[in-house]
């Protein structure tokens, strides 16, 4: 995405994506562009985007949301619809690896650190790009994913940042908990592993939603992160952790199962308590 001249409504040039697997209704306020100098592709759902022209018609705050391990972008447009008619945009973004940038390679268990730094470093640029186009132009801005998405999210929260808030699906914070897994490099873990890199992290409203089952990703470890988020918090009680189980989901990790509907709208009540004005 490049800067428009006209803030507030400038329509990014469309990258070629079948919408096909889209609610019509979503479609309608959808567009795929590429973000951070062409490297990372995006699909942006704003709720104030004029169909009949593609223009932007008045900013909205906006979520970057970022997908698990081997799906895209376009994975739950639930959430990206139920945020939408809430008021608030959402910048979907391909993993490295993932998608429209697709890497078999990159999709192995093995690979998981290397994408979640890889990804964690692409944001600045994506930011970069979406407060250039102007359409969230004095708006709040919030920074999620689920699993390895939600690790680049609390990685990044780890370095200065002026996200408004955060939320994470089915992630860990703590990843000592993964020592037995593929996915653990020691060298990243040490670099990187949130739960140790706390100093830079701003006191903002944080969400973690999660599986108390997941076989891949253990609930204690996220909630050793979230407790030491609350430790340090001179607000604790905007510092949540909700656990559901058993949910049926695949894995006990893959989505809520029978409670997918109950983990969005926590999610999007908790998004519009933090990033909707007057709230």
């Known amino acids: 995405m490049h800067g428009g001249e006209d803030t507030g409504c400038y329509s990014p040039p469309p990258v070629p994506q079948p919408f096909g697997q889209l609610p019509s209704s979503l479609a309608a306020m959808s567009r795929t562009v590429r973000l951070a100098g062409g490297e990372v592709p995006a699909l942006l759902v ?9 223009r932007v018609t008045r900013p909205a705050p906006v979520l970057a949301w970022m997908h698990g391990r081997t799906v895209t972008k376009e994975l739950d447009p639930g959430r990206y619809l139920r945020l939408a008619r809430a008021g608030i945009a959402s910048c979907a973004l391909d993993l490295p690896g993932h998608g429209e940038r697709f890497d078999a390679g990159l999709q192995e268990p093995a690979r998981t650190l290397e994408v979640v730094e890889r990804m964690a470093g692409e944001i600045d640029a994506v930011f ?11 708006c709040r801005r919030a920074l999620g994913g689920m699993s390895a998405g939600g690790m680049a999210t609390m990685v990044r929260l780890c370095r200065p940042h002026a996200f408004d808030c955060a939320m994470v699906e089915c992630s860990i914070g703590s990843w000592r908990w993964q020592e037995r897994r593929a996915m653990f490099d020691s060298a990243r873990v040490a670099a990187m592993d949130p739960v140790g890199h706390l100093d830079a992290w701003r006191d903002i409203p944080f969400l973690a939603l999660h599986n108390e089952l997941d076989e891949w990703v253990p609930a204690e470890g996220q909630r050793e992160f979230v407790d030491a988020l ?8 905007r510092i949540t952790m909700h656990a559901y189980g058993p949910t049926g989901a695949p894995n006990e990790h893959a989505g809520f199962g029978r409670f997918a509907s109950d983990a969005k709208e926590r999610g999007t009540a908790f998004l519009s308590q933090w990033l909707l004005d007057g709230r």
């Open 128 to 138: 970069a790009d979406l407060d250039a186009s102007g359409e969230h132009a004095g």
């Open 230 to 237: 609350r430790r340090r918090s001179a607000h604790p009680d």
């Open 46 to 54: 704003h709720p104030h985007l004029d169909a009949s022209t593609g």
